[in-house]
């Protein structure tokens, strides 16, 4: 069954399943068969036996053995395989043990990968809360979050982790953070009170999920689904059902390999019939000619070059913030065309952040971002003193005094204790220069009634030492502004305007901010309580207070880097859809208006989608359904994706696409298991560096790739002449593998650490299902490996003549392939400019330790007696060298010239 038919499956399961927050608390309780006192031990039994533990299942694994055989059922493996049995039929038992070796490391990484998601099940399973406080037996107790079963009632306070899901039957204060299911940066106020049947999961405020944290308040509820059942068990379903991409790039070697083994096998039979039905040699001979053709033909060390190549690119990245935990996905991000990104905490702070204050009939803006107390205020472009207005400083005052949240600093960072939304207050004050210590001093605080969904405001009673006493208020706009008579101003209060203000109200949120009212209402010195009687009517409002979580600045240049290099930013988010405009807005999303709703997006089918989610760039409001069916709809259109998230519900999104990407700081356990890449800095910004990085990574895979398959080529070619002519064989089986071993290393691994090129994040994406053998490479390989064979014959037909010895002679050619691939190196380092520079005549580092490496070890090969008796080699002059120097030199100018010709007729070489 696909992941979409069992998504739809369990839809319609729901759909059958009592909408429990639409309905009334006591219809509950009696649907569930259940009472406010809880259920006998006698109901729990008979409930365990019928739902199970309140636990997600395992899936079974297969055993280590099974795992590590099935990563080696690869065409690709099979050619290494077979070139390890080629080397040894050769007696190069060393070659063949390093070549297995690699095949033994290939499969221990996908098993290591395999691994993988199943951490991530495991991830979720960890965040069932262990215990949990219930009634049973009309008795408070505590047991084990295992044991819960439909039609407990649940006790929540403070710090707890909800055990099931559950339909609110009380809720005090209650707020719960639901950020991992709905990616919605607040905590959620709660209400025992039935919402409407179409609201989406974050606006089930009946309702309280498993896994989610209670931020503050006391509430009860009864149990409604345990285990697999629960909102948390669908995503857990979920993510077991979806199977891993493969890479642009192990899709493309897949291909490759099925193809150069066949072209191999075909010329190998092709020559071996040549040579002993047409030329008349020997069996045995030609046997040993096709093998030579090969072991010259099969790159047996590109696979642990290009390996080598991702890790050294995984490396950099984990400079760069980055962890990548799956290694071919270093080079998936090379081909990303679209990036489809959570909200809260990768292009936002996730710090809620005071943004405009609105006193009177001035719009007070504020600078800085985040809790850091940094920043000052304006108006209308200039900067403004807070002691030049009086409504201003009570408005700011006030809003620390009512108010229980702290900040922290930690090093570079600020840490808020309490009610984001608080902390934001405690951060304007710092910025106007008002410390609370000191304020609470002046002011102390007598009583206080807290944050409630059902009231929406909190109030705190204070007192001068001057004997004056007044209460402070803060909430939700149209509830303080009802309770208001009058309105501060510079010269006195004046009549309150409730229309104005609530039309600033409207403004302040259709920009995505999250709005406060304050107010202040004086009261007799000798008043040491507080009444709701108090709270009726008679405040003086002091203003609007509106707050964001504000977009990262980084992020910001982030995606203006992505959308150059042809790469497409969404926004998925749990938040609402005003917020989301506002953000992305901001961000300079191309298409911010034409924002879509989870709600909007069920009434789609697959094929309308597809459609739709070319046009939008934002989506709000979503579940982790929406964001699965997104990510398909992309992949659907040819879109390579990246998707990031933090919570449990990115999950199934995170594994679906091509490079999932979690956040490292904020990021919840499961959310990490079940991605390819980790921000360790929870950056959007560190993902453009990414792609940077893994378009270079490709571009390099592609420079080895274009260096080894010419040169080994070029050895095969000169074989196959060499039978079709009927000639000498230039070179023997056994040195080309002296000339694979030392070169593939030691010259074909220095690409891998090419710096990136210039104007790298100025081309469009490559498209995932481009070949790894292009036109330019394949004309690239003839190309060169027609100039090997015509060099090695030269140089072979010269020595000869100068010569009478056929070692001779070979030694010239093994050393003039030798130079010609090192020539070769230099102009290959560069896809889209010439090599002649002086940048590219010095080479890097690593270009130089390999060329001396190669030198070494290649006199030794020419100059070493136990050299000559293992390969039949012999010692060369001088001015032997200069020539094979000048051969190289010629090369190389032939390979510039073809390349600035490819540049003026089509505008680029690759």
């Known amino acids: 069954m696909s992941v979409q038919e069992r998504t739809l499956r369990e839809g319609q399961e729901s759909r059958d399943a009592p909408a429990f927050h639409t309905m009334a608390a006591s219809d509950v309780l009696e649907h569930l068969g259940t009472t406010a006192s809880g259920l006998d031990d006698a109901a729990v039994a008979e409930r365990l036996r019928q739902y199970g533990p309140n636990a997600l299942p395992q899936a079974q694994r297969r055993g280590l053995i099974a795992r590590f055989f099935a990563q080696l059922n690869n065409l690709l493996i099979f050619v290494l395989i077979g070139a390890a049995a080629i080397t040894v039929g050769l007696g190069h038992l060393i070659d063949a043990a390093v070549i297995m070796v690699v095949v033994v490391i290939n499969g221990v990484v996908g098993v290591v990968q395999e691994?993988?998601?199943?951490?991530?099940?495991d991830a979720i399973r960890d965040m069932l809360m262990p215990r949990a406080n219930v009634m049973r037996n009309a008795h408070r107790t505590s047991i084990d979050s295992a044991d819960v079963v439909p039609g407990d009632i649940v006790l929540l306070e403070p710090g707890d982790r909800v055990p099931a899901d559950l339909r609110l039957l009380k809720a005090r204060g209650l707020r719960v953070d639901e950020a991992l299911l709905t990616g919605e940066s607040l905590a959620v106020d709660k209400t025992s009170e039935p919402v409407e049947d179409e609201a989406s999961l974050g606006d089930r405020r009946s309702m309280a999920f498993s896994g989610t944290l209670v931020a503050a308040g006391q509430g009860i509820g009864v149990v409604v689904a345990t285990g697999s059942k629960t909102e948390l068990g669908r995503i857990s379903t979920m993510l077991s059902g979806i199977g891993t991409l493969t890479t642009p790039l192990l899709r493309q070697m897949d291909r490759f390999a099925k193809y150069l083994t066949v072209v191999i096998l075909v010329v190998s039979a092709a020559v071996f019939l040549f040579g002993g039905l047409v030329r008349d040699y020997g069996l045995s001979e030609m046997f040993m000619a096709a093998i030579g053709i090969a072991v010259a033909a099969i790159p047996e060390g590109l696979p642990a070059v290009l390996t080598i190549t991702l890790a050294i690119g995984v490396q950099r990245m984990a400079s760069r913030h980055a962890i990548v935990r799956h290694l071919p996905a270093i080079e998936t991000l090379g081909a990303v065309s679209v990036i489809c990104s959570d909200k809260t905490g990768t292009l936002t702070r996730n710090e809620m952040t005071v943004r405009h204050v609105q006193v009177g009939g001035d719009l007070v803006e504020v600078e800085g971002v985040g809790y850091a107390p940094r920043g000052g205020f304006s108006r209308d472009g200039v900067d403004?003193?807070?002691?030049?207005t009086a409504v201003l400083a009570r408005l700011i005052e006030t809003g620390l005094l009512c108010n229980d949240a702290a900040l922290n600093q930690l090093g570079d960072d600020w840490i808020v204790e309490g009610d984001p939304m608080e902390g934001a207050l405690v951060a304007l004050a710092l910025k106007a220069g008002v410390e609370r210590s000191t304020l609470n001093k002046r002011l102390p605080r007598t009583d206080e009634i807290p944050f409630d969904a059902d009231h929406r405001f909190m109030a705190t009673l204070h007192h001068s030492h001057q004997g004056d006493a007044f209460i402070c208020v803060k909430g939700a706009p149209e509830r303080v502004i009802a309770m208001c008579a009058s309105e501060a101003g510079e010269e006195g209060d004046v009549d309150l305007a409730a229309d104005v203000w609530l039309a600033r109200v409207d403004d302040l949120a259709s920009r995505g901010e999250r709005v406060l009212a304050l107010a202040r209402k004086p009261v007799v010195a000798h008043r040491q309580d507080l009444t709701f009687d108090d709270m009726q009517d008679g405040f003086v409002l002091l203003g609007l207070v509106s707050l964001i979580d504000p977009p990262r600045e980084e992020a910001i240049a982030a995606v203006r880097d992505c959308q150059a290099a042809g790469i497409?930013?969404?926004?998925?988010?749990?938040d609402h859809i005003a917020t989301a405009r506002a953000i992305a807005a901001q961000l300079n999303l191309t298409h911010p208006d034409a924002a879509m709703t989870g709600a909007e997006l069920d009434l789609l089918d697959?094929?309308?989608?597809?459609?739709?989610?070319?046009?939008?760039?934002?989506?709000?409001?979503t579940s982790p359904e929406h964001k699965l069916r997104l990510v398909d709809a992309l992949q659907a259109e040819g879109d390579v994706i990246v998707m990031t998230g933090d919570g449990v519900n990115d999950a199934p999104a995170l594994k679906r696409a091509d490079v999932g990407v979690a956040m490292g700081r904020k990021g919840t356990e499961a959310a990490k298991e079940a991605s390819r890449m980790v921000l360790t800095d929870d950056n959007f910004s560190s993902i453009a560096t990414a792609v940077r990085e893994g378009r270079t990574v490709y571009d390099n895979l592609r420079k080895t790739i274009a260096w080894t398959l010419p040169t080994n080529g070029g050895q095969a070619l000169a074989i196959i002449a060499a039978i079709l002519l009927g000639v000498t064989l230039p070179i023997t089986?056994?040195?080309i593998l002296w000339v694979n071993m030392v070169t593939a290393v030691a010259l074909g691994l220095t690409l891998a650490f090419e710096p990136s090129e210039p104007g790298v994040m100025k081309r469009a994406p490559r498209r995932p299902d481009e070949p790894l053998l292009t036109g330019f490479l394949a004309w690239r390989v003839g190309f060169v490996s027609v100039l090997f064979t015509i060099s090695a014959f030269g140089v072979f037909a010269w020595s000869g003549m100068r010569y009478d010895s056929l070692e001779i002679s070979r030694t010239f050619v093994?050393?003039?392939?030798v130079v010609l691939q090192i020539f070769y190196l230099f102009s290959v380092r560069y896809q889209h400019m010439t090599s002649l520079t002086w940048r590219?005549?010095?080479?890097?580092?690593?270009?130089?330790?390999?060329?001396?490496?190669?030198t070494v070890v290649q006199f030794l090969f020419t100059y070493a007696p136990f050299m000559h008796t293992l390969f039949d080699s012999r010692s060369l002059s001088f001015t032997d060298g200069l020539v094979i120097m000048g051969v190289g030199v010629a090369f190389f100018l032939v390979l510039e010239l073809e390349k600035l010709l490819r540049r003026l007729i089509w505008g680029s070489e690759w």
């Not at 403004?384 to 030049?388: A, N, Q, R």
């Not at 497409?568 to 749990?574: A, D, L, Q, W, Y």
């Not at 093994?814 to 392939?817: G, S």
């Open 568 to 574: 497409r930013v969404k926004m998925i988010t749990g």
């Open 384 to 388: 403004l003193d807070i002691g030049e």
């Open 606 to 621: 697959d094929e309308t989608l597809r459609a739709k989610v070319r046009e939008a760039d934002v989506f709000a409001r």
């Open 840 to 854: 590219g005549a010095l080479g890097t580092p690593a270009v130089l330790i390999g060329v001396g490496l190669v």
């Open 115 to 121: 691994g993988r998601a199943e951490n991530a099940l």
């Open 814 to 817: 093994v050393n003039m392939l």
């Open 733 to 735: 089986p056994v040195q």
